[in-house]
């Protein structure tokens, strides 16, 4: 949410958005912009919060200053020549169904409200946690549009719906404030991998296209170096030195169970093995090539999980089960 430029208004006004945040300068503005009481920011209302309201952070922009895609639209793979195989995708197969979102385009919109088939499905990413996650979008028999409310928890993003105006946490996969207070998402298994990996085994997937509708540099990175330093924009709760806080973990949440798989555990272990997962086993699965990973069960179905920054999934979760390897 806060690269060193935001591009954060359509093509029509061409506003951009220069936050060059320093140690001083952002402690300063987040005093500024979050006064320790405040019952609305960005103007949602947050006297339900399920979380403390104090730690609610602007990001920068306002409400849909970082624009979701309500319409996407997807190519064909023998019409994408603008991806290395190394970038970074989210995968999806669903429905009969896979659908590529490149990271490249997820930087600037962080969520696309698809459908896979008559199914309405939210794949959400947030670029400071390094975090993508889909869930199906029906709740209760009701269809909820989202978008980006410019409010973080965490460092992680807020999202809200459109139809009632509530928060949602990304990493928490529910509502902390408004009239959905509480409800979870049911999420959804995603694949965090490279356009290499995805591609060569889903040869016949769609891609998320460049053509949103809106004018942005999709060949910059606007969070470049972020993922090489110990830096973090926001303060966190739970901070835990364990590991670094950007190495990359595959963090599971069922209920009351939570837990986390670290890669640099995953990279001492080196190949794939049966765990205890809750009540049922199920298979481990690394890959150092890809730098990514998957917990498949023994009815071959996979188990929905995220790849994000340890401490981001240390801030949520920092009663979870941990993997050592042995």
Same mark, same amino acid.
């Given at each position: 949410m806060?690269p060193?430029?935001?591009?954060?208004?359509?093509?029509?006004?061409?506003?951009?958005?220069v936050?060059?945040?320093?140690?001083? $300068? #952002?402690?300063?503005?987040?005093?500024?912009? /979050?006064? =320790?009481?405040?019952?609305?920011?960005?103007?949602?209302? +947050?006297s339900?919060?399920?979380?403390?309201?104090?730690?609610?952070?602007?990001?920068?922009?306002?409400r849909?200053?970082i624009?979701?895609?309500?319409?996407?639209a997807?190519?064909?793979?023998?019409?994408?020549?603008w991806?290395?195989?190394?970038d970074?995708?989210?995968?999806?197969?669903?429905?009969?169904?896979?659908?590529?979102?490149?990271?490249?385009?997820?930087?600037?919109?962080?969520?696309?409200?698809?459908?896979?088939k008559d199914?309405?499905?939210?794949?959400t990413?947030?670029?400071?946690?390094?975090?993508?996650?889909?869930?199906?979008?029906?709740?209760?028999?009701?269809?909820?549009? $989202? #978008?980006?409310s410019g409010l973080l928890?965490? /460092?992680? =993003?807020?999202?809200?719906?459109?139809?009632?105006?509530? +928060?949602?946490?990304?990493?928490m996969?529910?509502?902390?404030?408004?009239?959905?207070?509480?409800?979870?998402?049911d999420?959804?298994?995603?694949?965090?991998t490279?356009?290499?990996?995805?591609?060569?085994?889903?040869?016949e997937?769609?891609?998320?296209?460049?053509?949103?509708g809106?004018?942005?540099n999709?060949?910059?990175?606007?969070?470049?170096g972020y993922d090489?330093?110990?830096?973090?924009?926001?303060?966190?709760s739970?901070?835990?030195?364990?590991?670094?806080?950007?190495?990359?973990?595959?963090?599971v949440?069922?209920?009351?169970?939570?837990?986390?798989?670290?890669f640099?555990?995953?990279?001492?272990?080196?190949v794939?093995?049966?765990?205890?997962l809750n009540?049922?086993?199920v298979?481990v699965?690394?890959d150092?090539?890809?730098?990514?990973g998957?917990?498949?069960?023994?009815?071959?179905?996979?188990?929905?999980?995220?790849?994000?920054?340890?401490?981001?999934?240390?801030?949520?979760?920092?009663?979870?089960?941990?993997f050592?390897?042995?």
């Amino acid at each position: 949410m806060i690269p060193q430029m935001i591009k954060y208004a359509d093509s029509d006004s061409m506003l951009i958005a220069v936050i060059l945040w320093g140690i001083t $300068f #952002g402690s300063l503005f987040l005093l500024a912009s /979050s006064p =320790v009481h405040a019952q609305t920011k960005n103007g949602f209302d +947050l006297s339900n919060a399920s979380i403390p309201a104090e730690e609610i952070q602007s990001g920068g922009p306002p409400r849909d200053g970082i624009p979701a895609l309500d319409q996407p639209a997807f190519k064909n793979v023998e019409e994408v020549n603008w991806l290395d195989g190394k970038d970074r995708i989210l995968g999806i197969t669903r429905n009969g169904v896979s659908k590529a979102y490149p990271i490249r385009i997820l930087n600037w919109h962080e969520i696309v409200n698809d459908q896979f088939k008559d199914e309405h499905i939210l794949v959400t990413y947030c670029p400071l946690c390094r975090s993508g996650m889909a869930f199906i979008s029906t709740v209760d028999g009701k269809t909820l549009d $989202f #978008g980006v409310s410019g409010l973080l928890y965490n /460092s992680d =993003v807020l999202m809200y719906d459109r139809q009632t105006e509530s +928060l949602w946490s990304q990493l928490m996969a529910k509502a902390v404030s408004g009239p959905m207070q509480g409800i979870r998402l049911d999420q959804i298994a995603i694949s965090h991998t490279t356009w290499q990996d995805w591609q060569s085994n889903h040869p016949e997937t769609k891609v998320l296209s460049r053509n949103t509708g809106y004018d942005r540099n999709y060949n910059r990175d606007p969070y470049s170096g972020y993922d090489k330093n110990n830096q973090v924009y926001f303060p966190v709760s739970n901070e835990d030195d364990t590991y670094h806080r950007k190495a990359l973990v595959m963090g599971v949440v069922q209920d009351d169970f939570k837990k986390a798989y670290p890669f640099p555990e995953l990279k001492e272990h080196k190949v794939s093995f049966k765990d205890q997962l809750n009540d049922q086993m199920v298979t481990v699965y690394y890959d150092a090539k890809n730098n990514t990973g998957k917990i498949i069960t023994e009815e071959g179905e996979e188990v929905p999980t995220v790849i994000t920054y340890w401490f981001a999934w240390s801030a949520f979760y920092p009663d979870s089960k941990i993997f050592k390897a042995e």
